[in-house]
C-alpha cells in the first residue's frame, strides 16, 4: 500500500486575540453632481488623498474630484478639469495619484485626430492642485486611445492606448513618461515582442518603481495575457509575459492590472470557476528576473455573471478584487473582496458592500487600496439623479477580542487552487475560533474518497494538500471531486476538477 501523504501548512492568519475588520468609512459623492456623471468610474489612492473620475460630467467632457482625509474626516478638496476640455473627451476615464502627483486620462481627446486621447499631470502645492502638463504619444494617431488606462509612481507614469496599430489594428501600446523639474517628457514606448492585431496591450496599466504591467485583454482570441516591463536607466525592457496557468479564451486576463513591490495581480473576469464570468484574478511574484503565478483568487461566494476581477489593487500584503456585477444588494449592486498574504498563502479577509448598495449601483467598477484605506468606485449609483456615481471608503482596523468574547471573523472554506489540477491542489480554510473539524473529499457519487484533516485546529487559517490518492493510497481518476468541511456547527463544500 502506498504511503498517505497529506501536507498539512498551518499558516495562521490572524492572531488569537485579534479581529481584523474594513469598515466602512465615508461615501463620497461630487459636491455638484448629477445625472450620468459616471462619479467613480475610476478611483485610486495614495495617503491621505484619494481621487475620483467622473468621465460623463459637463457633456462628458470629463473631471476628476480630489479627496484628502484628515484624522477620520474625508472632504472634497478641488475638482479637477482639462485646461482645454471639450465634449466626449472623457477626461476621468481613469486616474491615479502618487503623492504630490495625480494623472487623469482623456482617451476621447482628439489633438492627433479624433478619439487619440491625451492624459494630464496636476501637482499638489498646499491645498491647491495645479495642471502641470498635458502628455500625448509623439506618434499619436486618430483612434489610438490613448489615456484608456493610466498609473503613477514617483517621477514616472505610464499611459495605455489599447487601439494603437504597430503590431496590426488594436494591437496596443503603452507609453513611459518621466518628470524633469516640471516639465514630463516621453521616454519609451511599449509594445508586446509577440504583439498581433487586437491584442488591446494598453488595456489596463500599473507602475511601481522600476516596474511597469500592461494588460492585453484580447491576446489569445481574448484568453488574455498581461507583460511585465523593468526600468535599467532609461531603458524600458520586457521581462516576462503573465498568462494563466488555467487560462480559455473568454477569460479575459489583463482585463486590470497591479503591481506593488515584486508582486502583481491580474484579473479575468470572464473566468468560469464559479459559473459563467464569475470571475477571478491571479498573483505573481518576482524571483529574480521571473514572475511566477503563485495564487488564484475567486469568491467564497462567487457566481455566474459577477465579473470578478474586473478591476484589481495590491499594496504590499493586501489586494482588493471588484465584482460590479455581484447582486448582494441587487442585480448588478456590487461587491469587493479583500485578500491578505501570509506567507505564500493569500486568503479572503472581508467581503465590502456599500451600506446604502442598491441594484445596478455597480459597486466594484473600480477599487484602489493604499496601506489601511480602500476606495471602491460605484458609477452607476443614483445619489446626485440616474448614473450620477459614488465612491467609498473602507479603513482596516484590528480590534482586541478577550479570551472569554467570540470571535466575529466567518469560517470560510476557499476554492481549491490549482482547478484544475494535477497532480495536486490545495485547499485553505479559516476558522472564527478553536474547533474540532473534519476535511474530506468525495465523489460525485457522494462516496468518501479521502479525510484530509480529522482534529481540533486553532483559530485562523489552514491549507492542506491533496495528492489526488484515495483512502487505500490509490491514484483516482480524471473527474470532478467535493471537499466538504464540518466543524460541528457549519459545512461547507467547495469543488475542484482533478484532469490527467
Not at 475588520?21 to 484619494?50: H, M, N, P, R
Not at 521571473?290 to 455566474?304: N, R, S
Not at 483516482?476 to 469543488?495: A, D, I, N, P
Request: charge should be negative; proline fraction near 1%.
Amino acid at each position: 500500500m502506498k504511503k498517505l501523504l497529506v501536507l498539512l501548512t498551518l499558516t495562521l492568519l490572524t492572531s488569537a486575540w485579534l479581529f481584523a475588520d474594513w469598515e466602512q468609512a465615508y461615501k463620497a459623492l461630487a459636491d455638484d453632481g448629477t445625472v450620468w456623471d459616471y462619479f467613480g468610474c475610476s478611483v485610486s489612492i495614495s495617503g491621505d488623498y484619494a481621487v475620483v473620475g467622473a468621465k460623463g460630467d459637463d457633456d462628458s467632457s470629463g473631471s476628476a474630484y480630489m479627496f484628502h482625509r484628515s484624522g477620520a474626516t474625508w472632504t472634497q478638496q478641488v475638482k479637477l478639469t482639462a485646461d482645454d476640455g471639450a465634449p466626449w473627451d472623457f477626461f476621468g476615464n481613469s486616474v491615479s495619484v502618487s503623492g504630490d502627483y495625480a494623472i487623469v486620462g482623456a482617451f476621447r481627446d482628439d489633438d492627433n485626430g479624433d478619439n487619440s486621447g491625451s492624459a494630464y499631470i496636476f501637482y499638489r502645492n498646499g491645498t491647491v492642485w495645479t495642471q502641470q502638463a498635458k502628455l500625448t504619444a509623439d506618434d499619436g494617431s486618430a483612434g489610438d486611445f490613448f489615456g484608456c488606462s493610466v498609473s503613477i509612481s514617483g517621477d514616472y507614469a505610464v499611459v495605455g492606448a489599447y487601439q494603437d496599430d504597430d503590431n496590426g489594428d488594436e494591437s496596443g501600446s503603452a507609453y513611459i513618461f518621466y518628470r524633469s523639474g516640471t516639465a514630463w517628457i516621453q521616454q519609451a514606448k511599449l509594445t508586446a515582442d509577440d504583439g498581433a492585431a487586437y491584442d488591446c496591450f494598453g488595456y489596463s496599466v500599473s507602475i511601481c518603481g522600476d516596474y511597469a504591467i500592461v494588460g492585453a485583454i484580447w491576446d489569445g482570441g481574448g484568453s488574455g495575457s498581461a507583460y511585465m516591463f523593468h526600468r535599467n536607466g532609461t531603458v524600458w525592457t520586457q521581462q516576462d509575459k503573465l498568462t494563466a496557468d488555467d487560462g480559455a479564451a473568454g477569460d479575459f486576463f489583463g482585463c486590470s492590472v497591479s503591481i506593488s513591490g515584486d508582486y502583481a495581480i491580474v484579473g479575468a473576469y470572464g473566468d468560469d470557476d464559479n459559473g459563467d464570468m464569475s470571475g477571478s484574478a491571479y498573483m505573481f511574484y518576482r524571483n529574480e528576473t521571473a514572475w511566477i503565478q503563485q495564487a488564484k483568487l475567486t469568491a467564497d461566494d462567487g457566481a455566474y455573471g459577477d465579473y470578478f476581477g474586473d478591476s484589481v489593487s495590491i499594496s504590499g500584503n493586501y489586494a482588493i478584487v471588484g465584482a460590479s456585477r455581484d447582486e448582494d444588494n441587487g442585480v448588478a449592486s456590487g461587491s469587493a473582496y479583500m485578500f491578505h498574504r501570509n506567507g505564500a498563502v493569500w486568503a479572503q479577509q472581508a467581503k465590502l458592500t456599500a451600506d446604502d448598495g442598491a441594484l445596478h449601483a455597480h459597486f466594484g467598477t473600480s477599487v484602489s487600496i493604499n496601506g489601511d484605506y480602500a476606495i471602491v468606485g460605484a458609477p452607476y449609483d443614483d445619489d446626485n439623479g440616474d448614473m450620477s456615481g459614488s465612491a467609498y471608503m473602507f479603513e482596516y482596523s484590528e480590534i482586541a477580542i478577550d479570551e472569554d468574547s467570540e470571535m466575529p471573523i466567518a469560517t470560510t472554506l476557499q476554492a481549491a487552487y490549482p482547478n484544475p489540477f494535477n497532480p495536486t491542489t490545495t485547499i485553505a480554510f479559516s476558522l472564527a475560533e478553536p474547533a474540532q473539524i473534519t476535511l474530506c473529499v468525495y465523489n460525485l457519487r457522494g462516496q468518501l474518497v479521502r479525510t484530509l484533516a480529522d482534529g481540533l485546529f486553532s483559530a485562523g487559517g489552514h491549507s492542506v494538500v491533496w495528492d489526488g490518492l484515495d483512502t487505500h493510497g490509490e491514484a483516482v481518476s480524471t473527474g470532478v471531486y467535493l471537499f466538504r468541511l464540518e466543524t460541528g456547527s457549519e459545512v461547507h463544500v467547495s469543488k475542484a476538477l482533478l484532469l490527467k
